[in-house]
């Protein structure tokens, strides 16, 4: 009796091994779609300038293909001179719904740390958590722009 629990122990162990080893490589190794945004993103200020105190403009060409949400969001201003600018995350930040659209976003309000006559590009960062153990960080970058005064 002692001989059958103890073979019976070992094969639920190899079995758990088994599945569980199997389950991390799926995990690791499965393709996951996550949201992906055309690039570079266009901006539509006027003449591709945007002013110290306004919106950048960006039209974001969207395709999300599942309702997975982004862990970690960075925005970020890139600009010629060296400047780097992390902007304030948004307190209402948008769930965006499944499907493929487009979506004028005018949400991010150029910060007065950018230099004046510098050409700077705007930068989303996002990471996805798309299981206990992987995730995907995606970026994408928007044209150019030059910062104009706030005059």
């Excluded at 948008?94 to 499907?99: A, K, Q």
Aim: glycine share 2%; charged share 20%.
């Amino acid at each position: 009796m002692k001989h059958r629990i103890l073979i019976f122990s070992l094969w639920t162990a190899i079995i758990f091994i088994i599945v569980a080893a199997i389950t991390i490589i799926a995990w690791l190794l499965l393709p996951y779609e996550v949201t992906q945004i055309k690039e570079p993103i266009r901006i539509l200020n006027q003449n591709k300038e945007v002013r110290i105190g306004e919106p950048i403009i960006q039209e974001l060409k969207i395709d999300k293909p599942n309702d997975i949400a982004p862990a970690n969001l960075t925005r970020l201003l890139i600009c010629e001179n060296g400047n780097l600018v992390t902007l304030a995350p948004l307190p209402n930040a948008l769930n965006l719904p499944i499907g493929e659209y487009t979506l004028i976003n005018d949400r991010y309000i150029l910060p007065p740390k950018v230099t004046v006559g510098d050409t700077c590009v705007f930068i989303w960062r996002q990471t996805y958590e798309v299981n206990p153990i992987r995730e995907i960080p995606v970026e994408w970058r928007s044209e150019t722009f030059k910062v104009r005064s706030s005059e």
